[in-house]
């Protein structure tokens, strides 16, 4: 077991690791927890029972996030012509011309979103191996692949914390709902947004306990574990 520090230890002296906490009183914790020089992200771990080996049991979806992720979102938009114009009106931070495709098969990959017209789409898929395992691949289903009327949408949408979930291979969701600097009042009403969108992509096909756990975390920090039936409330 790799040795702790001695901040990190403090910050788990705090954490009850046999009692679930309810959201205000996760969200309290968390903010006391931050054991970092720099502003810690907070997260949350979804534990589902899903098993994703199927494909009628997959979960993956996006949601706005009311008061955002609290970190400037760096865009890049794979656009030609008078879409690269309306996406560079909208905000994006990038328009992946062929050169900057170029240094994105050279493994460059400075930008946070990407974002694609359905016409970019053949030279987009010759990506798919870099952008792919980062979480950066353009994908109709997650949202981010829009034609030239709407980017404007998505890209605000984008800066202003648009988050994208999805469950792995081991049936966990992780995302992020802001900072440990947020107030609580915003944490939680982060949380519940999340929450409320996870609950909404529950597959058809599953059976049985959807979210059987939630854990609350940041960046370094002991993991705090929910009430269920209180969040999910």
Not at 46 to 74: E, I
Not at 178 to 200: C, D, H, P, W, Y
């Amino acid at each position: 077991m790799a040795k702790r520090g001695r901040k990190y230890l403090e910050a788990a002296a705090k954490v009850d690791r046999n009692r679930y906490y309810t959201r205000a009183e996760a969200v309290k914790l968390i903010k006391e927890t931050a054991v970092t020089k720099f502003d810690p992200t907070v997260e949350v771990h979804f534990r589902l029972g899903v098993d994703p080996r199927h494909a009628d049991q997959q979960v993956r979806d996006v949601v706005v996030l009311p008061h955002g992720l609290g970190k400037t979102v760096r865009i890049l938009v794979f656009a030609e012509g008078e879409d690269a114009r309306l996406a560079e009106e909208a905000g994006a931070d990038i328009i992946a011309d062929d050169e900057v495709i170029k240094k994105i098969q050279g493994g460059w990959v400075d930008f946070d979103v990407a974002i694609a017209t359905p016409a970019m789409m053949g030279k987009v898929g010759r990506l798919g191996r870099i952008l792919g395992p980062r979480g950066l691949m353009p994908n109709p289903r997650a949202g981010t692949v829009a034609p030239g009327p709407d980017l404007g949408n998505l890209i605000r949408e984008s800066k202003a914390g648009r988050v994208e979930f999805r469950v792995d291979r081991t049936a966990n969701v992780h995302a992020p709902i802001g900072k440990a600097s947020f107030s609580e009042q915003q944490l939680l009403e982060n949380l519940q947004t999340l929450i409320e969108a996870v609950k909404r992509a529950r597959p058809a096909a599953a059976k049985g306990t959807y979210i059987r756990r939630i854990t609350l975390a940041n960046t370094m920090g002991p993991g705090i574990r929910l009430d269920t039936t209180e969040a999910l409330q």
